[in-house]
């Protein structure tokens, strides 16, 4: 395996961990934690049923419902494409509400690294589909 192999490998591994840190966010209903996931002045487009909707990054966490239920978003047949300081994340999800299957979508997470080598979300565009 060449140096540019390993680094490559690296990479990869260090944005998948950025984007399961949010994941994790989510299901713990940790804010804090999902804003240090972000770049805060990104982006979030949502496309639902009720049309589309825009947001600041650092804002999205306030977005999170309250309560005692347990969330889950679960990524599948993830698409990764790295190139130096940029990323790109494709990845249809399914989320759960209580165990229940609430929606699924597709997300697009772009991601930059940054001067200290962290990668972090600058941009999601997902879209959702309730599931009857």
Not at 94 to 105: Q, R
Request: charged share 25%.
């Amino acid at each position: 395996m060449t140096d540019a192999d390993k680094k490559a490998g690296a990479d990869k591994e260090a944005v998948l961990a950025t984007v399961r840190a949010c994941m994790d966010a989510i299901a713990n209903r940790d804010k804090e934690a999902m804003r240090a996931t972000f770049v805060a002045d990104g982006t979030a487009v949502h496309s639902r049923d009720s049309g589309i909707s825009m947001r600041r990054l650092g804002d999205l966490p306030d977005s999170m419902p309250g309560g005692t239920a347990v969330m889950e978003e679960r990524l599948h047949d993830i698409e990764l494409r790295i190139d130096h300081d940029v990323a790109v994340v494709w990845a249809p999800y399914t989320f759960y509400y209580d165990g229940v299957v609430h929606h699924v979508g597709t997300n697009i997470l772009s991601l930059m690294r940054q001067p200290n080598g962290q990668w972090l979300i600058c941009g999601v565009t997902d879209n959702g589909r309730t599931v009857q």
